[in-house]
């Protein structure tokens, strides 16, 4: 995030930016080594690695189940626990490892450019309007824009286009500028000795505080996502 | 030509692609490796504990079950117990005094017996020494009667008589 053009190639007529496909490979191949090295041996009586794994996904399906109750969140349950492993190891990548060559950020938090997380907003919202329609038929659905009054159709399309917005915006300006931040001290630690050293304890501190950032916007991101959901898969009054 | 600007980035559908396919792999190869075994893994979990504590309680009902029937065993038999003792008791001081019974009587019987016989003896032998008597003085009735009551006669007969006295003695 230094300002530089980003390294991109055309493909189909599509056009790619090499430093987020890298930056998303090494965020999944985290996310399933750690699932894969915590998944082994597992046993009616928890080891070590199986607790970390089953707290994880007690923990996600707990903030599914809280705002989707039913049988539909077994699947979610999955989709839950995927999207948060998923964008925790990714908001949290770029703090451990950045590599920028000549200004192009190769290696960086997937979340710090707003295609990702607009991406992963849309399919959130591609999947609650799925359910949506699965769950209550397309008359059903498309009448809860209509509802409280007729009047309120614009208001709730307008609302369904700001939570798509909302949700990606929100976790990339988090972690966008938790990494400028990063990025700035970094810059200025080249001034000398005695600045090295505030600026070390300041990167230091900032780091510890992007990591609490980056955590807490996983869950909220999983939770918000969750809400949406439920909210379209129920009749409203 | 997809170059829109959104928050000053450029909008790269290749990426959007990128990502959620990615996500989607990823999503599925999650649910391979660890979704399916760990779900399985915590619902028989929860199924043993559920099972575990339905038998723990049909133990435990039956285990109090045993100790009462167990009870009421001892109870039962400690009564038996009881009564046999106190029945034994009974026939015990009942033979007692049967036993002492039949000796008193036992007693008495030969006392009355005893005296009977010796009642007996009694009479018998002062039936003889009568009879004796009888026929003595018959004896000497006749010894009177078949001399003729002369002097010399009078006092041989007194004379054998006497003889006869010594002789009898």
Same mark, same amino acid.
């Given at each position: 995030?230094?300002?530089?053009?980003?390294?991109?190639?055309?493909?189909?007529?599509?056009?790619?930016?090499?430093?987020?496909?890298?930056?998303?490979?090494?965020?999944?191949?985290?996310?399933?080594?750690?699932?894969?090295?915590?998944?082994?041996?597992?046993?009616?009586?928890?080891?070590?690695?199986?607790?970390?794994?089953?707290?994880?996904?007690?923990?996600?399906?707990?903030?599914?189940?809280?705002?989707?109750?039913?049988?539909?969140?077994?699947?979610?349950?999955?989709?839950?626990?995927?999207?948060?492993? +998923?964008?925790?190891?990714?908001?949290?990548?770029?703090?451990?490892?950045?590599?920028?060559?000549?200004?192009?950020?190769?290696?960086?938090?997937?979340?710090?450019?707003?295609?990702?997380?607009?991406?992963?907003?849309?399919?959130?919202?591609?999947?609650?309007?799925?359910?949506?329609?699965?769950?209550?038929?397309?008359?059903?659905?498309?009448?809860?824009?209509?509802?409280?009054?007729? +009047?309120?159709?614009?208001?709730?399309?307008?609302?369904?286009?700001?939570?798509?917005?909302?949700?990606?915006?929100?976790?990339?300006?988090?972690?966008?500028?938790?990494?400028?931040?990063?990025?700035?001290?970094?810059?200025?630690?080249?001034?000398?000795?005695?600045?090295?050293?505030?600026?070390?304890?300041?990167?230091?501190?900032?780091?510890?505080?992007?990591?609490?950032?980056?955590?807490?916007?996983?869950?909220?991101?999983?939770?918000?996502?969750?809400?949406?959901?439920?909210? #379209?898969?129920?009749?409203?009054? | 030509?997809?170059?829109?600007?959104?928050?000053?980035?450029?909008?790269?559908?290749?990426?959007?692609? +990128?990502?959620?396919?990615?996500?989607?792999?990823?999503?599925?190869?999650?649910?391979?490796?660890?979704?399916?075994?760990?779900? #399985?893994?915590?619902?028989?979990?929860?199924?043993?504990?559920?099972?575990?504590?339905?038998?723990?309680?049909?133990?435990?009902?039956?285990?109090?079950?045993?100790?009462?029937?167990?009870?009421?065993?001892?109870?039962?038999?400690?009564?038996?117990?009881?009564?046999?003792?106190?029945?034994?008791?009974?026939?015990?001081?009942?033979?007692?005094?049967?036993?002492?019974?039949?000796?008193?009587?036992?007693?008495?019987?030969?006392?009355?017996?005893?005296?009977?016989?010796?009642?007996?003896?009694?009479?018998?032998?002062?039936?003889?020494?009568?009879?004796?008597?009888?026929?003595?003085?018959?004896?000497?009735?006749?010894?009177?009667?078949?001399?003729?009551?002369?002097?010399?006669?009078?006092?041989?007969?007194?004379?054998?008589?006497?003889?006869?006295?010594?002789?009898?003695?």
């Amino acid at each position: 995030m230094s300002g530089g053009t980003p390294s991109t190639f055309e493909f189909l007529g599509l056009t790619f930016n090499v430093g987020n496909m890298i930056s998303i490979l090494i965020a999944c191949a985290v996310v399933l080594g750690l699932v894969y090295a915590l998944s082994r041996h597992l046993t009616m009586k928890p080891g070590k690695g199986q607790n970390v794994l089953e707290y994880a996904v007690d923990f996600t399906n707990g903030i599914v189940n809280s705002s989707i109750p039913g049988a539909t969140s077994k699947f979610l349950g999955l989709w839950g626990f995927t999207l948060f492993m +998923f964008i925790i190891i990714a908001n949290l990548e770029g703090l451990f490892l950045h590599i920028d060559v000549s200004g192009v950020a190769y290696v960086k938090s997937p979340t710090s450019d707003p295609v990702v997380t607009m991406t992963l907003s849309l399919m959130t919202m591609t999947l609650a309007q799925f359910l949506g329609i699965r769950k209550l038929g397309y008359k059903g659905h498309f009448e809860n824009y209509l509802k409280p009054f007729v +009047f309120f159709l614009p208001i709730n399309l307008f609302e369904e286009f700001t939570n798509f917005l909302t949700l990606g915006l929100r976790l990339f300006g988090n972690i966008l500028s938790g990494e400028m931040l990063l990025g700035i001290i970094v810059g200025m630690a080249h001034g000398g000795p005695v600045i090295w050293i505030g600026a070390f304890i300041l990167e230091l501190v900032w780091t510890g505080f992007s990591v609490f950032i980056g955590c807490i916007q996983a869950y909220v991101f999983v939770t918000l996502s969750s809400v949406y959901i439920s909210r #379209k898969i129920e009749l409203e009054d | 030509m997809f170059s829109y600007s959104i928050v000053g980035a450029q909008l790269y559908v290749g990426d959007m692609l +990128f990502v959620m396919l990615s996500f989607l792999v990823l999503m599925w190869l999650i649910k391979i490796i660890a979704w399916k075994p760990i779900t #399985k893994m915590m619902q028989n979990r929860s199924d043993k504990i559920a099972s575990d504590i339905d038998s723990a309680k049909e133990s435990r009902t039956k285990a109090a079950e045993l100790a009462a029937t167990r009870q009421a065993e001892l109870q039962k038999t400690r009564e038996d117990a009881n009564r046999i003792i106190n029945t034994a008791k009974q026939n015990g001081q009942q033979q007692r005094e049967k036993i002492v019974e039949d000796a008193r009587n036992e007693a008495s019987n030969l006392k009355s017996s005893a005296e009977k016989d010796i009642e007996q003896q009694r009479q018998e032998a002062l039936a003889n020494s009568r009879k004796d008597v009888a026929s003595l003085s018959i004896e000497i009735a006749t010894k009177i009667i078949s001399k003729e009551l002369n002097a010399d006669d009078q006092k041989g007969l007194v004379d054998s008589y006497i003889e006869g006295l010594g002789k009898q003695k």
